[in-house]
């Protein structure tokens, strides 16, 4: 099982980015997918999530507005556009993907990409 994510970078205020992570080893069409960010000192929280089939999303409230998640079962990727990025946008930004089948919990993360929103 793999999560890869990619698309981090350093930006200017105001600026755009899309992360990418891509799957492998495990039904992706089956999971929801999230977002989690960590800024150094700070915990771990969640930024966007969506279903398995992509109908429905979430978003923090820092984020609404800014950041839109998006996936493509057909590629075993899920994307988060980044917009209108903030310096308190900064953190290594991870995916995850749950599922639970037959009432096990499969749990999966990536290993991060950083963003870094400085002028």
């Known amino acids: 099982v793999q999560l890869v994510e990619s698309g981090g970078g350093v930006v200017q205020p105001g600026g755009a980015l899309r992360l990418s992570c891509s799957a492998s080893g495990f039904t992706f069409s089956r999971y929801g997918m999230s977002w989690y960010r960590q800024a150094p000192g700070k915990e771990r929280e969640l930024v966007t999530g969506?279903?398995?089939?992509?109908?429905?999303?979430n978003y923090a409230d820092s984020v609404k507005g800014r950041f839109t998640i998006f996936r493509d079962n057909a590629k075993n990727t899920v994307y988060l556009r980044m917009n209108s990025l903030k310096p308190e946008d900064t953190a290594v930004y991870y995916c995850r993907a749950v599922s639970t089948e037959r009432g096990d919990l499969y749990d999966y993360w990536g290993q991060g990409t950083q963003v870094t929103v400085s002028s």
């Open positions: 969506i279903t398995s089939t992509g109908r429905v999303t």
